[in-house]
């Protein structure tokens, strides 16, 4: 990616079991490593504060968890955790009632719109240019207008090469976001990079600029909001709403991308795009787009949700669902399943095969 070499992904996969055998099942993605501290996290931390609890009570298990784990948690790997619960709760919730979670949450099973995400440097493809190329048009042949690819791998006139071959591929009503993975050091790195890549795009300019600084850099990134011609997207790393708080009251993105994996779950990812939604600020969520879909639906300022085709082998957790239940696609939008809950299953066999070792 821009500023890491990526060569697996660590997923934690959590199973909510009521007295009536009932089942929820929710998940979060830990990076390249940490599988075992999130499933440790999972069974040793959060575990024990939900036996015995109303699973329909989902508000208030997010608050007891968040509580019990202070000197613990409050971010981090812990939150990851919590989201895998909340999610598996949720999931829960709306299998009882037989709905597809989007439903449960307010929405509707209209397809919504989405983006093909891509554009990694992989050494094997040849010219960088040319890679971008022809993975926008395979893009293009799926049905998706809108891509994103990534910036800030390369030197900024290398990446510019590659995000002006993208632009001229994109077709007569494409749009290109750019991901940066928080690769330049200070604002004025990052405004020299995005200004070239702007220059780059020419007058059909770029859909968005994503993570261009430091997570932790809110002030730096509301600088780079009023001082450049394209929006400026963040939040995948963010969690829980006290630091969306921070980046809506400073003015520091002018796209939110919440993850409910990372932020603390369902419960609090619909906290974030509600506040969102107050400030006038569009959400177009990061990863999951199995999960998002059904936010999504139920969201509108959800501009977007963020789709990769399983043989780019990036997101990669749908090997381990079973076929039918992996998502589709349609025109460039993504289908909400009409199965209840998440609508998922494991495949228990490619789960087996993948487990790490306890």
Not at 162 to 170: K, N, Q, T
Not at 176 to 185: P, S
Not at 240 to 269: H, N, S, Y
Request: glycine share 10%; net charge negative; with cysteine.
């Amino acid at each position: 990616m821009s500023t890491r070499v990526l060569d697996r992904r660590d997923y934690v996969l959590v199973h909510i079991r009521t007295d009536d055998g009932s089942e929820g099942l929710g998940y979060t993605y830990v990076g390249t490593g940490g599988g075992r501290v999130a499933a440790l996290s999972v069974t040793d931390l959060l575990a024990p504060v939900l036996l015995g609890t109303d699973p329909g009570d989902i508000a208030a298990l997010w608050e007891r968890m968040y509580h019990e784990t202070l000197l613990t948690g409050r971010r981090g790997v812990v939150v990851r955790a919590m989201s895998a619960i909340d999610i598996a709760l949720w999931d829960l919730a709306a299998k009882s009632k037989g709905v597809p979670l989007g439903v449960l949450l307010g929405g509707t099973q209209k397809p919504l719109p989405a983006y093909a995400s891509g554009g990694y440097y992989r050494p094997d493809d040849g010219p960088w240019a040319d890679a971008v190329v022809r993975e926008i048009a395979a893009n293009r042949d799926q049905g998706f207008r809108d891509h994103k690819i990534k910036v800030g791998g390369l030197p900024i006139a290398e990446d510019a090469e590659r995000v002006g071959a993208a632009v001229a591929s994109l077709g007569p009503d494409g749009r290109l976001a750019l991901d940066c993975n928080n690769a330049y050091r200070t604002v004025a790195e990052a405004r020299e990079a995005i200004r070239y890549f702007e220059a780059a795009a020419g007058e059909r300019g770029l859909w968005w600029v994503e993570e261009p600084l430091s997570p932790e850099d809110v002030d730096g990134h509301a600088r780079l909001v009023d001082s450049v011609r394209s929006p400026i997207a963040t939040g995948e790393i963010h969690q829980t709403r006290w630091e969306f708080r921070d980046l809506l009251q400073k003015r520091a993105a002018d796209i939110l991308q919440p993850d409910a994996g990372v932020l603390g779950g369902v419960t609090e990812w619909m906290r974030v795009a509600r506040a969102a939604e107050t400030f006038s600020v569009p959400v177009a969520p990061h990863w999951h787009a199995n999960l998002h879909v059904h936010l999504a639906a139920a969201t509108p300022n959800c501009a977007t949700i963020e789709f990769f085709a399983l043989e780019k082998d990036i997101f990669n957790f749908e090997r381990l669902l079973r076929v039918e239940t992996r998502l589709t696609t349609e025109d460039g939008h993504v289908v909400v399943p009409d199965r209840p809950g998440l609508g998922i299953e494991w495949d228990d066999e490619v789960v087996s095969r993948f487990a790490l070792p306890a």
